[in-house]
């Protein structure tokens, strides 16, 4: 896919300098660098979804598997 975006000269420079040093073209140091960018935002969100479930589920243990964990706690060596 091919598109237009608008970079500041000094970003432009330095990803231009890079590309050549990594012996890439910048369309291919652009895709890597907004890949990388997306992946983490993508965890973010996966993370923030885990937060919310364990949320909503609240924190209240089980009182059953509260005293077994410390029961465990209990004979583990620390």
Known sequence: MKTAVSIPDPV?????ALAKRMGITRSKLYARALGAF?????????TQAMN????????GADPFAKEGA???LER???
């Open 52 to 59: 919310d479930s364990i949320d909503a589920a609240g924190n």
């Open 38 to 46: 997306v992946a983490t935002q993508t965890s973010d969100r996966i």
């Open 76 to 78: 583990s060596e620390w």
């Open 12 to 16: 432009f420079n330095e990803a231009d």
């Open 70 to 72: 410390r029961r465990i």
